[in-house]
């Protein structure tokens, strides 16, 4: 049952939904009374165009769930995950005002107000989550999203940086970097990002097209159009539409990845 539990999780954790809710469904007998399994089938599901399926494991979370901070901290990340922004941030504020110092509640409360559209707020509850986790990435790489928004280069490389140094894989971080610092003229280092985050992101046709524009303009033209050729190939696939689509309110799960 285990192996097959954090089977789902990786599956999961790697953008594979379709694979995740079909590993985790069959646990359904032993774990539905567990509400993080609850979450997870949930929200894989739902990626996965299960519509019956996620109504089932969203319907059955709020079921077994509770009044726990927990409960409300894992319902807001559904609520979040299906762009029903407004009361995921019900949900949030629920799980903070009965323990403000939850785990990753800051980071996911940062992240409702991002979708809101209310930055300011949401960029100090990035800060809390900094002050709180500091040795994860994500509320930096988020911080330098809403950075870039407002036009602070400078701070959000800064940021971005910041993420790279707790986690190097992460392929969006690495890419923005680059893009900063072709603003800025530094080729060989944009290229150096763009190399990092090809080796975490093969399949994005945004670092494809980048590196390969960057190729040619450094006279590596051959490079540089079979880089283009790929990514053209990938978007012709369908595959990167489908990614941008689910990424634009895709929630990160930092805090369940400690919990098997």
């Excluded at 032993?30 to 894989?44: A, N, R």
Aim: glycine share 6%.
């Amino acid at each position: 049952m285990q192996a097959r539990y954090l089977l789902g999780l990786c599956y999961s954790f790697v953008g594979q939904h379709a694979d995740a809710a079909k590993t985790l469904e069959p646990l359904w007998p032993q774990m539905s009374d567990q509400f993080v399994y609850l979450y997870v089938l949930g929200i894989s599901a739902f990626y996965a165009g299960d519509k019956d399926l996620d109504q089932k494991a969203t319907q059955h979370l709020i079921e077994v769930g509770g009044d726990t901070p927990q409960f409300h901290l894992l319902m807001g990340k559904a609520l979040l995950g299906h762009s029903d922004d407004e009361r995921a941030l019900a949900e949030l504020q629920k799980a903070e005002a009965a323990d403000p110092s939850l785990p990753f509640l800051h980071f996911n409360l940062g992240m409702a107000y991002e979708h809101l559209g209310n930055h300011e707020t949401a960029a100090a509850e990035f800060r809390k989550d900094i002050a709180m986790e500091p040795d994860l990435p994500y509320s930096y790489e988020q911080l330098a999203r809403l950075y870039l928004q407002e036009g602070k280069q400078q701070d959000a490389l800064e940021e971005f940086r910041a993420a790279l140094a707790r986690d190097s894989r992460q392929s969006q971080s690495h890419l923005e970097v680059a893009r900063i610092l072709l603003r800025q003229g530094n080729e060989k280092e944009a290229l150096a990002e763009l190399d990092a985050a090809e080796k975490y992101a093969p399949k994005n046709h945004n670092v494809r097209t980048v590196r390969g524009q960057l190729l040619i303009r450094m006279g590596r033209k051959a490079e540089g159009e079979a880089e283009l050729a790929e990514a053209k190939k990938l978007f012709a696939s369908g595959m990167a539409q489908e990614q941008e689509k689910m990424q634009e309110h895709l929630v990160p799960n930092p805090e369940l990845a400690d919990h098997p």
